[in-house]
């Protein structure tokens, strides 16, 4: 998840929140600089920045130096890892945490709860989403899940029904190929291509009682469920229901300003439900929300709850009791819940998701609707991926690619995911 906007640095000064039992003695008496990165669009860099200027009115001490970056995050966050220089605060999502955790990148932080990390009000069960081998590794920032996000005028003007939780990946298809010849526009179709999202196929999976990976850390699918999305998606580019391979090819993931919807060349996108408020920043489209489609009759949930993002604590931190107050703040403080909105997710703590409600926009109101209204629809949260599974994603991209230009066949290309996918691991 990232958003390519670009690189810049923020400073903020004086960490330690002056008469707050969030901070130590110790680390309040000492100067401490800390640094923290994230990824993300425009709007989550304000609305952070915001969050780093309102600890700074309330702390004393320490320098906190922020820097946002997206296309390098996780290459430059690799290398500084090597080099030992690693940001003191970094951002993972659930695709990377485990990842960097059996790397020894990351701090347990079980001993710096509940002081000072307060997490009372989050349930153990959404805390447990960034726990691994018993310990907590991360403290979330929201909660989000998959979601299906689609321009509501396309369908609007086509007279043609919108996906919604009751749409099966046939029905999809066969609706985006509709709504392409009705919307009648040059260079515009009905769907993203998918055949490259690893969060798209892990959804398809489940749906079909596999997954990504296993218990035990090893590939949870097989040649012929390869096959099977490739085809997929093969008769929605051959049938004009989803982009060409030229336009696909420059959607990596769910970048927001490389997505076909926000580009105006399609009417839907698979993505993450707390996108939708990056994204209608993004587009004067008025965007609306569903679940990806399911499996049909007898299938299984192939969603699930997870954290849309976390901070983690570099393991090696000279300041680890700073960064946890840091952290605490940015989890409780009320004026801090206010500005973040629900722009990372929906807040863990029911008490914190109250409090922000009348504060937001109707767009920003539509992801708290739709994490309550799944609840009922979800499956459990997939056990934790293996070491090297982050780079999963790109894998099945440059695999999928060379099925949708024609330059491997569908059967070729599954073997070539199995093969790559065994790889990494």
Known sequence: MTAAIGRRSVLAGALGLAGAAMVPAAAQAEAERLRIVWWGNDDRTRRTTEVLKLYQAKAQGAELVGEVSNAEYFPKLATQLVGRSAPDIFQLEPGSFADFVQRGATLPLNELMPKPIDTAGVPRDLLDLCALDGKVW????????????????????????????????????????????????DQYWGSCDASGYGYAFQVWLRQRGADLFTADRALGFGQDHAAEWFSYWDRMRKSGGCVPADIAALSPDSTITQMPLIQGKAATSLAFSNQIVGMQSATTAPLALTMFPNGGAGAKPGQFYRPASSWSIYARSKAPEAAAAFIGFFLNDPEAAKVLGVERGVPMSPATRELILPTLTPVERATVDYVNFIADKVGPYPAPPPKGSQQFGRVLKRVADTVAFGTASITDGAAQLMADAGAIL
């Open 138 to 185: 991360a403290i979330p920032h929201g909660l989000n899940s998959f979601a299906l996000m689609y321009d509501t005028a396309v369908f609007k003007a086509a007279g043609i029904a919108p996906p919604d939780d009751k749409t099966s990946w046939d029905d999809y298809a066969a609706r985006m190929i509709e709504l392409t010849k009705a919307a009648g526009r």
